[in-house]
């Protein structure tokens, strides 16, 4: 099984720190408003990551932050005179309602910036105790020229960095030992949120959150870190600067970084007004599935178009895969002749039946022994394919030739464990009764998290909403229980 690692911009062997583990990160939202498609293009590119290598077999522990301590959460809050925890928590509970439209697996775990504070202004101490950190009226810098090959994850070196710095007269440039260097901690402002560290109050840096929550979680060294292309530098970059500065160890072996996501062939932008986010369009009656299928199904480390025409062409193949499980048991009746491999194809049949790309014949109905080599065959294509990078577009070339061997009469018992395995890995559900009840239990949660910042305005409509579709809820002592009307 082969990665594409970004740091080495080439295919590798994957090999995980612990056989049969992998420790995996990602970096999750800024919680300051609904997530928008490329938010979502990246939260469903390593679910099919995750799923995939858990059905070959390896135990993931997946960890996906929410940064809760933002600028702009805290500039977006003020202006509605709120706290951050109140407005960074509608966000969060909105952020599950929609990845469980769009059926994605929870992560093992989901911390936020707000919870690890003070494991943060321990891992700054120990910087500036080492000297790769500095103080600089209250805010604290890292010393970018201490670090190691820095920024070579962009494929960029220090040298060029300083050159396109040059010039900058900023007041926090100013401050600056040299304009490279990053900022760990920021010193407070008036009315902002801060805690008390040692060198002053403030609150952490960006980059400095995901360096701490991973490793705090996941050790100080992880298998895959994953997350967009464009976080690549300066966010990613500068947390291997730290980390391993902090360390003294390899922060990440596999970096993966998913492709953009434009708008009918244009950067998404509010500018442009074609800013789309995830619940304005399921609000607006997109089915959840076929977005979920669109995101899905390109190979992770391509850009991705999202027009019309590709929703549609999403929606076709979605549906004739729905077909086959919808018509699975009328298939597995249909009554083809056998096939007697040591004399040839039957009467009446001709090699124009016969799949050549995987010398598998497709037409005809072969004993159970040989039916189930075929299956076997179909699903060592398809590992193969995926085994390459997660590269579902070939691995979907072969399913699509299953789905064809499965239209002929050959719908079995094999054939159906297969088909329901790249199903779990596209994130795929086709009963309608699941679907319904993860999404129930995902506005309830929401409702919850609503009444807990007493947003009651938000709890009563998500209330009136499953109302009208025949959901009644009841508030015990024991929690919340819904039925059926």
Sequence with gaps: MKIYNTLTRKLEEFVPLNPGKVKMYVCGPTVYNYIHIGNARSVVAFDVVRKYLEYRGFAVDFVSNFTDVDDKIIHAAAAENVTTTAFSERYIAAFYEDIAALNVARATENPKASEYIYPMIDFIQDLLDKGVAYIADGDVYFRVAKAHDYAKLANKNLAELL????GRTDEETERKESPADFALWKAAKAGEVSWQAPWGQGRPGWHLECSVMSTKLLGDTLDIHGGGADLEFPHHTNEIAQSEAKTGKKF???????????VDGEKMSKSLGNFKTVHEMLAAGLNPQVLRF???TTHYRRPVDFTDEALDAAENNLKKIENVERNWSDLEKIDLPFWDTDFGLPEGFFEKDVD????IAIIYKKNEEDSEKIVTE???EFQGAMDEDFNISNGLEVFYRFLSWINHGNAGHKEREFFDRVLQILGIKFSEEENLDAEIEALIEARQLAREVRDF???DQIRDELKLRGIILEDTKDGVRWHRE
Excluded: C, I, Q, T
């Design 163 to 166: 050159d396109g710095a040059s």
């Design 457 to 459: 305005a938000k709890s």
């Design 252 to 262: 990440v072996n596999y970096w993966m970084h998913n492709g953009f996501v434009n």
């Design 378 to 380: 179909f699903e060592r």
């Design 294 to 296: 669109f995101l899905a």
């Design 356 to 359: 050549k790309k995987s010398s």
